[in-house]
């Protein structure tokens, strides 16, 4: 368990950060880059849970949790030495992907197919996850241009491209499956 006792260290004050193994980076490094995106993903998915109830608030729950282990996971690099530390790392593992992948398949069957593409809106929840979609996207484009620099756990990419599609889904389920979608109109202020 955590135990923060005091919030504000100053240790950061420099504009370096520690990462979960004690190594310390710039704040702007590309690793910070892809956790703190995938911190601001998470406080989206909670934007979007004031709009939410039932099954879709529960699987928004569960999916916060895991974008704090998603975001531990980027924390801690892989290295050699991960055998050896106090407390195995925390990884994001390939069932997480396969549960989103589960629930997308869920909520798909009632969706009629698109003849359009859709533009973010509709009611407020699907407003919010179109905003969860777009902010996961970026923390995983960051995931990705961090594993080009460094080794990254594979899932955790995997889960973040899962992640904005189960978005794009709940949305249109959240928009009286897809019937109250706003579809684009190609041209239609022209």
């Excluded at 310390?24 to 979007?48: F, L, P, Q, W």
């Excluded at 949790?65 to 991960?82: I, S, T, V, Y």
């Excluded at 809106?121 to 241009?145: F, Y």
Aim: proline share 4%; aromatic share 4%.
């Amino acid at each position: 368990m955590v135990v923060l006792n005091k919030i504000y260290t100053r240790t950061g004050d420099s504009g370096e950060t520690a990462l979960g193994n004690g190594d310390r980076v710039a704040k702007h490094s590309a690793r910070v880059n892809a956790y703190g995106t995938v911190d601001e993903t998470n406080a989206t998915i909670g934007m979007a849970r004031l709009h939410a109830s039932g099954e879709i608030d529960t699987q928004l729950a569960a999916i916060q949790n895991d974008l704090f282990d998603l975001g531990a996971d980027l924390c801690r690099p892989e290295m050699d030495k991960d055998a050896e530390a106090e407390y195995p790392p925390l990884r994001v593992t390939q069932s997480l992907v396969d549960r989103l992948e589960s629930e997308i398949d869920v909520m798909n069957k009632s969706l009629t197919p698109l003849r359009s593409f859709i533009l973010p809106g509709g009611s407020a929840l699907a407003a919010h996850l179109h905003i969860c979609r777009t902010v996961s996207r970026r923390a995983e484009r960051l995931a990705v241009e961090l594993s080009t620099l460094e080794s990254i756990n594979p899932a955790a990419v995997k889960y973040l491209n899962r992640l904005s599609d189960w978005c794009f889904v709940a949305a249109r389920m959240a928009n009286d499956q897809g019937e109250n979608d706003v579809l684009w109109v190609p041209g239609a202020n022209t």
